[in-house]
């Protein structure tokens, strides 16, 4: 069984950065697709990224040119990179793979 562990968000003004993590513990992480989701307030759950087994990327429409989603095999972790954040992206992110989701990290982008 892998659990995933969302880290790295937080509070930042408009314009700003961050970068998630989401680790991995078990084994065979490196074999499945990683998903980065996202659920505001009162919305659905949002697909952010996606990161294959072989590294192919795929973004959703909202964030696509302002996020980057890698993976770090070695280290067992798949990464998000977040620029030029807007208050719109205010959410829970989770992580999501081979059938198990992470806790969930909230970021919050206010001034």
């Known amino acids: 069984q892998v659990q995933l562990v969302e880290s790295g968000g937080g509070l930042v003004q408009p314009g700003g950065s961050l970068r998630l993590s989401c680790a991995a513990s078990g084994s065979g992480f490196s074999f499945y697709g990683v998903f980065w989701y996202r659920q505001a307030p009162g919305k659905e759950r949002e697909l952010v990224a996606v990161i294959t087994w072989n590294g192919s990327t795929s973004y959703g429409d909202s964030v696509r040119g302002r996020f980057a989603i890698s993976r770090d095999n070695a280290r067992n972790t798949v990464y998000l990179q977040m620029n030029n954040l807007k208050p719109e992206d205010t959410a829970v992110y989770y992580c999501?793979?081979?059938?198990?989701w992470g806790q969930g990290a909230q970021v919050t982008v206010s001034s």
């Open positions: 999501f793979s081979n059938n198990n």
